[in-house]
């Protein structure tokens, strides 16, 4: 598992190690770790000694890393040129250090670069960059190294421009092919079109954690968390200690939603499937395992449910959705359960001690919180998850989940390709049966989305991506994982 970390409590953690440290201490830390990852690419493109390295250099102290890191390359042979966007609020210790190490300032982007260093500005600014950056920043694709390839960027802590608390990027910003970060991931990180803009992420110690005392802002999963959660028959196992699902989804306009709602639960850990809905035929047709019945008062004991995929919004999907909610076991709500939660006909009905998750994509956010997720997606989760005392799975390439007590996690393995009906139906499967077979709503949201991008990104390996082949994927990549 990683974590990342809010800017006021990075701040605060640096500002009590430094107490204890001499002055300097962190920063030398930083631009030295800074300076080996340097290195290594240069190393890829003809080495160090006589490559070309710009430094774009903003103020203050992510400034300094940029200058001592390139001090740094200037001792081994590099010619290291600064580019000064705020001459008169440089680092003025780590603009002495470079010049004493051969290196110069410059006043203009050079004709061409072997590596590109942006300390434009650190994890303090706020809002997308300004001129002149944003001109230099624009100029940086031209830029050739020795082998002819375009200039690789390395971004000091974040790529300048994006919102680090948020991970959004409300201007114009800096696109990283890797990102050096100081002492702990920050949310932009692992967050929103940020995570993206970072490129790879390396950390590099300065011995912040032992000072990070405040909880992480978002969590991130690893495959060895995901296959540590997951449900595992034992010897004493059998279908009904598994866990059963029960699957309210589907009609006669959306009978796939019902097929590929089952296929998610089927892949799932799960020991029984029984599906409670009009498309009840089609769904034994194509899955025999699967015990079928009209409605979910039919549908005899289940562990947990999901409603809602493709399920309509008339009468009959009224009463499917008040007769699961009315039980007292875990419910994922997906698609239409949310519309007509919306109505306000089921108000009343989300005041359940059982254990709930919501499956919202942006628009349906919108319906049930008035007002699309923003630019702070995963604050806007946390307060629907808060609101409706749920666990919300809020969809998209970096799908989030929040928990009313204000827990966020990112899911790593999304893709766009997901972005593709019925999709969401199959995610919602799965889910339910994690439920059922025990998995607290938390970590089932968390596995169920980390799992199902696997999926998504095993099946982009054929070709253009239908629901269908989601879901087949889901076994390939589950027999993998565990």
């Known amino acids: 598992m990683r974590q990342a970390w809010r800017v006021a409590d990075v ?28 290195v290594l690419l240069l190393e890829d493109s003809g080495g160090v000694y006589g490559a070309r390295v710009l430094l774009l250099v903003g103020s203050g102290d992510n400034g300094g890393d940029t200058l001592y890191a390139g001090a740094a390359l200037a001792r081994r042979g590099a010619q290291v040129r600064a580019l000064l966007l705020r001459p008169e609020r440089v680092h003025l210790a780590g603009l002495a250090a470079l010049r004493s190490a051969g290196g110069r300032s410059v006043k203009d ?38 082998t002819g390839r375009r200039a690789p960027v390395v971004a000091v802590d974040v790529p300048s421009g994006v919102a680090v608390d948020t991970g959004d990027v409300p201007g114009e910003a800096v696109t990283a092919d890797v990102t050096v970060t100081f002492g702990c991931l920050k949310p932009a990180h692992v967050l929103g ?11 590099v110690d300065i011995g912040l954690g032992p000072v990070l005392r405040a909880d992480p802002a978002v969590r991130v999963p690893d495959a060895a968390d995901i296959a540590g959660w997951w449900p595992q ?16 989804t589907g009609s006669a306009q959306y009978p796939g939603a019902a097929l590929l709602s089952v296929s998610g639960a089927l892949a799932g850990p799960a020991g ?25 008062g039919d ?65 349906e956010f919108k319906r049930l919180a008035g007002e699309m997720p923003g630019a702070d997606r995963a604050g806007a989760a946390c307060k629907l998850a808060a609101w409706t ?34 999709s969401g139906d199959v995610l919602a499967g799965l889910l339910g049966s994690l439920l059922a077979a025990g998995l607290p ?32 994927a889901l076994r390939p990549v589950l027999a993998e994982l565990l």
């Open 233 to 248: 028959p034992g010897p004493a196992s059998d279908k009904y200690t598994r866990g059963v699902v029960g699957i309210a």
């Open 272 to 296: 029984m499937v029984r599906y409670a809905g009009s498309a009840h035929e089609e769904v034994v047709r194509a899955h025999p395992s699967v015990v079928a019945a009209p409605r979910p």
């Open 193 to 203: 079109p940020a995570a993206v803009r970072c490129g790879q992420v390396e950390l």
């Open 11 to 38: 701040r605060a953690a640096e500002k009590k190690l430094m107490a204890t440290l001499p002055e300097g201490t962190l920063m030398q830390r930083a631009a030295a770790g800074l300076a080996r990852r340097c």
């Open 441 to 472: 709503p938390q970590r089932a949201a968390v596995a169920a989305a980390y799992v199902h991008g696997l999926a998504g990104r095993r099946a982009a390996q054929s070709g253009p991506v239908t629901s269908p082949d989601v879901a087949a």
């Open 389 to 422: 005392n749920a666990v919300v799975l809020l969809k998209g390439d970096r799908t989030i989940v929040a928990t009313p007590g204000g827990e966020v996690w990112a899911n790593p393995t999304g893709t766009s390709v997901l972005a593709t009906a019925g």
């Open 109 to 146: 982007l050079p004709p061409g670069a072997d590596l590109v260093l942006d300390g434009i500005v650190g994890i303090g600014a706020s809002g997308g960059l300004r001129s002149p950056a944003t001109e230099f920043v624009a100029r940086l694709g031209d830029l050739r190294g020795r």
């Open 299 to 363: 549908a005899g004991r289940v562990q947990a449910w999901l409603c809602g995929s493709g399920l309509g919004t008339d009468d009959e999907a009224r009463r499917s959705l008040r007769s699961v909610l009315a039980s007292s076991l875990p419910v994922v709500l997906d698609a239409d359960a949310l519309t007509l939660l919306v109505d306000g006909s089921h108000a009343e009905d989300l005041k359940r001690d059982a254990p709930l998750v919501i499956t919202p994509h942006d628009g």
